[in-house]
């Protein structure tokens, strides 16, 4: 009887040893492609160290960085999540290459710089993967931030309000796109005006995540900008 209930521990220990391989094994690395590079931000420090480390803390996620535009396509044969946050050109080819990925169903984000209307000869960006975008933001100074939706993956484990000192971007929906399900906002004191800073969009093939958060150190070095960052990531990667 001894022998058997021995016996019966050993096969319960190595059942869920094997649950655990394999929990372990499904969720694999996230291959994550940072773009970024162009003007008005310091793209090296807080995209290419900061928000790099950011992701590879803790080793869910293999982050390659490139300023390159013209290599887009090259890397993303081999990547999980694009997160572009440049302002630089994009030649059509590689253009072709992000919307490939979108409808392939692979997951994107897009950061700070990349919300903005840089591409004047190129509206399908706007309209159909940020779905709107921002040609203003407020001087750079602090603001309150307020997670509107603390269920969804993207935002768990983040504080319901905080401040932090950033550019205030000026993100207005297009009536075009496919839409956004706000997740976080933004206001100042003595107006009554609130933008979005992280959004869902509504993609009908990837899952999409905008930050419009991240000029600088004071986005990139808090806690919930990370927390954020790594939740979206795991997110559209559909982990």
Request: glycine share 8%; hydrophobic share 40%.
């Amino acid at each position: 009887m001894k022998n058997r209930l021995i016996f019966k521990k050993l096969q319960i220990i190595v059942w869920l040893l094997f649950i655990g391989s394999m929990a372990h094994a499904a969720q694999k690395s996230i291959r994550v492609l940072i773009v970024g590079g162009g003007t008005s931000h310091d793209f090296d420090r807080w995209y290419k160290q900061a928000d790099a480390a950011t992701l590879s803390a803790g080793g869910l996620y293999i982050v390659t960085y490139t300023a390159n535009t013209d290599s887009i396509a090259i890397y993303l044969a081999n990547t999980d999540v694009l997160y572009l946050a440049t302002n630089q050109n994009i030649n059509p080819a590689n253009r072709a290459a992000i919307f490939a990925f979108a409808n392939a169903g692979k997951g994107l984000i897009f950061g700070h710089p990349a919300l903005w209307y840089n591409w004047k000869d190129w509206p399908e960006y706007n309209q159909q993967l940020v779905s709107g975008g921002a040609s203003a933001h407020d001087r750079y100074g602090s603001f309150d931030e307020e997670i509107v939706n603390s269920n969804h993956p993207v935002t768990k484990g983040i504080e319901q309000k905080f401040t932090l000192k950033d550019e205030r971007y000026h993100y207005v929906a297009d009536p075009a796109g496919p839409g956004i399900e706000v997740l976080a906002n933004n206001h100042v004191a003595g107006s009554d005006v609130v933008y979005p800073s992280v959004f869902v969009v509504k993609n009908p093939k990837a899952r999409i995540v905008c930050i419009a958060l991240g000029h600088d150190t004071a986005s990139h070095d808090i806690k919930p900008y990370q927390t954020i960052l790594r939740n979206a990531v795991k997110w559209v990667a559909h982990q």
